[in-house]
């Protein structure tokens, strides 16, 4: 008899143990599914530098009785230096540039809309879909989400894909041939002999490994192909691109800062403006581009050709570059849209030092 009580009594507290247990859980389940920071839990560093990134708020801060969501402590750690200047600029881009909701659409009812003469998957989300080989070039793909999408083949040439999501999509052989990408987010898709010529690119986030990519004539102007270390979840990712077609490209006022172009063709490209602070430059092509007023601090510029390029004698911090560059010289005569200052006479001397090292 007592056996049986001290079994039931044993029994009576497993429960009751498993109850509470399970009580608890799901307590901390519901808060952290209720848990909703401000700017839909995007990146409150990232909307400060004008980049969106959604995040899950499993890191954020509370600040004045609201909740800021991060992409990672870093981040985070850069708001609490001046949290009312951030909030401030994240405030007013995240107005001016909210992204409109998008409506999940099946794989059969996009492939219907791909057959259809009046094709649209304008506000669509079409996550993870699989368009592989597929003539889309028709379609009005504005604002639509392609993140995971497989586009591996896909013809999208001249397609209107403003302010497009195709974050880690697959775009192996995928031709976006004068396509209108303005404002578009690419950021860790999948790259492989991917064609972008002649696209607009204006204001568009790109990041990730492009091999051999093709961007030739394609207007980058504004072009956020920087790294941002305040919009990474993962660390340092950043545009790395070998051997890949720039030739004349519009660069100008782009962030390519620690942008890699390592032997990359940039002939007759237009880089007037553009942030290249420690760029990798190395071995690339730049004969006849424009880098008047552009930035190359600490920039790798090793056995990278420059003859005929414009504007070097305006290039800021082109005595700081790393390697020996091919024809950098700066000549004595200054056109007269190009300023002489002091700034202009050191880098002069710089690069007639490199000129009679490399005779």
Known sequence: ??????????????????????????????????????????????????????????????YKGKT????????????????????AKATV????????????????????????????????????????????????LENVSFFGAELKGAKLIGANLKGAYLNLARLENA???????????????????????????????????????????????????GLDMGNQPMGQMKFDSVGGNFSGANFENADLNIAAFRFGDLRNANLRGANLYRADLAKADLTGADLTGANLTD?????????????????KGFDTVKGKCLDCKVTAAIEADEPVNLVAAKQAAVCKMQAAQLK
């Open 299 to 315: 920039a790798d510029v090793d056995d990278a050709i420059f003859k005929n390029v414009k504007g070097l004698n305006t290039v």
């Open 93 to 140: 881009f995240y107005a001016n540039n909210a992204e409109p909701e998008r409506e999940k659409i099946s794989q059969a009812d996009a492939l219907s809309q791909i057959n259809s003469k009046t094709c649209t998957l304008q506000n669509k989300d079409a996550g993870y879909l699989i368009f592989n080989g597929l003539d889309l070039s028709h379609c009005n």
């Open 175 to 225: 031709d976006f041939t004068n396509a209108n990408l303005t404002n578009a987010i690419i950021f860790q898709a999948i790259f492989d002999k991917t064609n972008f010529k002649g696209a607009n690119l204006t204001n568009a986030r790109m990041i990730g490994t492009l091999g051999k990519v093709d961007m030739s004539g394609a207007d980058i102007h504004n072009g956020r192909f």
């Open 1 to 62: 008899m007592i056996n049986l009580r001290l079994q039931n009594l044993t029994l009576k507290s497993v429960m009751r143990m498993l109850i509470n247990c399970w009580l608890i859980g799901f307590s901390v389940l519901f808060a952290t599914s209720a848990l909703a920071g401000e700017f839909a839990n995007y990146c409150t560093n990232g909307l400060s530098r004008n980049t969106f990134h959604q995040t899950d708020c499993a890191i954020n801060e509370l």
């Open 68 to 87: 800021y969501c991060f992409s990672n402590d870093g981040a985070r750690d850069s708001f609490l230096f001046d949290q009312d200047n951030m909030i």
